[in-house]
């Protein structure tokens, strides 16, 4: 009994040393090392790290293709995105000066820039994939329809909204919908007692269209991922049957 103490340590050492590691470096360890630690059952490293990556992969592809259609954002009552609230607040009162409408067009626009600003993201998504540990792994595997996509959203957002910004700027400029924020803002400036848009309108519609943008695109990663785990035909690699015909 005494003996087993230090085993017992041991392989709880080892086990966490190895949890730590990064997908790149677990997968170049035998798989036999990390069954002997957790037991014959559980998944080998290498195959939890493709799987993962792969179910992620196909997801992030999927959702890209879905938000970055024509009336991807705009036409999905799941994902729409709608003008921030400050913006809904002076609605009435432009509409006493017939500039109603524009805020009715920069919603449209609005929507427009995030179907085109998601897909250019592709690539930003792929590298937020390749951050998961051995440990994030294995969990991931084991875990609910959607542990793919919370850990990854939980993980890369604030990196994803720094790098999906310049990208969301430019594609609302490009679709009109910060000339309509502009003309909005200068419309109330003539009506006496109207509230201001303020200095930081475009910052805050461009940190609004991201934030929804990435939302609707986790959305629908999340429903990738679920039909991954739910349903056989989803799997379409030997991976993805490896891996998720065991959970």
Do not use: W
């Not at 050492?13 to 037991?39: K, Y």
């Not at 998504?125 to 951050?131: E, H, L, P, S, T």
């Not at 109330?188 to 940190?207: E, K, M, V, W």
């Amino acid at each position: 009994m005494t003996k087993a103490k230090p085993v017992q340590m041991n392989r709880r050492l080892t086990l966490a040393g190895l949890l730590a590691l990064p997908l790149s470096a677990c997968e170049t360890l035998d798989p036999a090392i990390l069954e002997g630690i957790l037991g014959s059952g559980v998944l080998s490293q290498a195959d939890a790290a493709r799987g993962i990556r792969a179910a992620l992969s196909n997801g992030v592809l999927s959702a890209l293709g879905i938000v970055g259609r024509n009336g991807g954002f705009l036409n999905d009552g799941q994902i729409r995105i709608p003008l921030p609230q400050t913006l809904r607040d002076v609605q009435s009162v432009l509409s006493k000066v017939g500039a109603g409408s524009v805020l009715n067009q920069l919603e449209v626009q609005l929507n427009r820039g995030a179907e085109q600003a998601a897909p250019v993201a592709k690539d930003i998504f792929f590298d937020a994939v390749n951050g998961l540990t051995i440990g994030d792994a294995i969990n991931i595997v084991r875990g609910p329809q959607n542990a793919a996509t919370t850990y990854l959203q939980d993980r890369t957002t604030p990196r994803l909204t720094t790098l999906f910004s310049p990208i969301m700027e430019n594609a609302l400029s490009g679709t009109g919908a910060l000339r309509l924020l502009d003309q909005a803002s200068n419309s109330l400036r003539n009506i006496p007692f109207a509230p201001s848009l303020g200095a930081g309108a475009r910052s805050d519609l461009i940190g609004h269209g991201v934030q929804y943008g990435l939302k609707g695109v986790f959305h629908y990663v999340a429903k990738e991922e679920a039909a991954i785990r739910r349903d056989p035909a989803k799997r379409t690699s030997e991976i993805l049957r490896r891996v998720f015909g065991q959970v």
